[in-house]
């Protein structure tokens, strides 16, 4: 059985991975990179139950359990580590000293919200490339291309996915775009699929420690935001904030940030830290996490076309759940069913088919993408 794989973000290498482990023959296409979306510019975070008391709970505790196993298993580092995780407020002057060395005095933490037993990061470029060599180590084909359609035989079972105007045949096909999964709503019945913007910014600074933050920022025009800020193993720190309702381009290597948006999170990093100053920057960009109408990710088989998973809409959490997510379309294609996971809340047939046609799922980016702002 040959299942074709389209998207190499963090839910596509995923996939591959855990299918490759299973034996199965996996072509996975990417159009622009692997990692070069959300999945290369997230934060990374990871918490074992954060989800708890929501239909992801199982989903994210599995996850976080797998994510502790994978480094080992696949003999490969991509800067998992545990961490400590704090809440507070910044942007004033608030008292005379620094909560934490590495933090300024116009931060003051409110409490921990995770320890080493329950918060973790992976740094998430490192992450999903490293599935996706393990999954090419395990015999899975990498191939470029932009997949614009499918196909189907005579008896409406799907036969292979176009790329670049050729023809992959599969026996199975599994749509892991992201935010540009609305593509396929073109193709075939699938629930609409928005995309929120979110900028960030990588700063090269050394030894900080392990101290993940979530901060209510208030900025000196009266305006306010929600800074998350990752120390990371390589010596970087992560900072992202600023969520938007920008259309989602065609090309995902087009993705650029909003006017203002990253001079915004500079001034907001460095009031949070004297250490975070604009010279450190080493990386500014945007990216767009995909989100469906109830929050919920989209994992199953798509009803109508035979043969034909869907595997995206992982909000703020797609690093997190990218390994039993994997492992589920795994266990489905191989075995039938899931066997960790109970997959029936994510069911893409809860949610009603948009109308098929990119021009109309586009409007509705606009009007529904921005509604969620934290975690
Ligand atoms: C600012 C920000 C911070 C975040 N922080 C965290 C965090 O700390 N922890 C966490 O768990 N999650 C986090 N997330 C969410 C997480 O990044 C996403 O949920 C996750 O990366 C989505 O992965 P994906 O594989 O579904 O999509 P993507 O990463 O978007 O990958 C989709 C891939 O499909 C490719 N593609 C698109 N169209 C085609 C086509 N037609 N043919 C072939 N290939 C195609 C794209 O090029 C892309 O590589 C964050 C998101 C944002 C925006």
Redesign the pocket.
């Known amino acids: 059985m040959r299942v074709v794989i ?8 995923a996939c591959a991975y855990y299918l490759t482990r299973r034996g199965t023959e996996v072509v996975v ?18 918490a074992l139950d954060w989800c708890d008391g929501s239909a992801l709970e199982p989903l994210a505790r599995r996850s976080f359990a797998l994510h502790a196993d994978l480094p080992g298993e696949t003999g490969r580092d991509w800067g998992y580590r545990r961490m400590t995780t704090y809440a507070g407020v910044s942007g004033m002057k608030m008292r005379g000293r620094a909560d934490l060395p590495w933090l300024s005095e116009a931060v003051a933490l409110q409490g921990r919200l995770g320890t080493e037993a329950t918060t973790a ?1 992976v740094h ?1 470029a490192l992450f ?1 490339q490293g599935l996706m060599a393990a999954a090419i180590d395990g015999g899975a084909r990498l191939v470029e ?4 359609g499918l196909t189907q035989d005579a008896a409406g079972h799907v036969s292979g996915v176009r ?1 670049d105007g050729e023809e992959i045949a599969a026996d199975r096909v599994v749509l ?6 609305i ?1 396929a709503g073109g193709w075939l019945d699938l629930p609409a699929i928005h995309a ?5 910014l990588v700063y090269d600074v050394q030894d900080v420690p392990a101290e993940a933050l979530f901060l209510e920022h208030r900025e000196g025009d009266g305006g306010s935001a929600s800074p ?1 800020i ?1 120390p990371r193993a390589d010596g970087t720190v992560y900072a ?1 904030a600023i969520s938007s309702e920008a259309a989602l381009p065609d090309d ?1 290597a087009a993705t650029g940030p909003d006017p203002g948006a990253i001079e915004r999170l500079e001034a907001m990093c460095l009031a949070i830290s004297a250490r975070l100053t604009p010279d450190r920057v080493i990386a500014r960009q945007a ?4 989100i469906a109408a109830d929050g919920l990710p989209v994992i199953g088989l798509v009803e109508g076309w035979p043969g034909v998973h869907v ?2 809409g ?9 390994p039993a997510t994997g492992e589920a379309v795994a266990d489905v294609i191989s075995g039938g069913m899931s066997r960790h996971v109970d997959l029936s809340p994510f069911d893409p047939a809860r949610l009603p088919p948009m109308r098929r046609g990119p021009a109309r799922a586009m409007r509705r980016l606009g009007r529904e993408g921005a509604e969620v702002e934290r975690r």
């Open positions: 389209c998207g190499g973000g963090a839910i596509g290498a296409v990417e159009r622009t990179g692997v990692a070069s979306a959300a999945s290369g510019k997230s934060g990374g975070f990871l990061q998430p999903t291309g932009e997949v614009t790329v892991a775009m992201g935010p540009w999964s593509r929120v913007k979110g900028h960030s998350e990752f992202c995902p990216c767009f996490r995909p595997a995206t992982h909000s703020v959490w797609g690093i997190l759940n990218a």
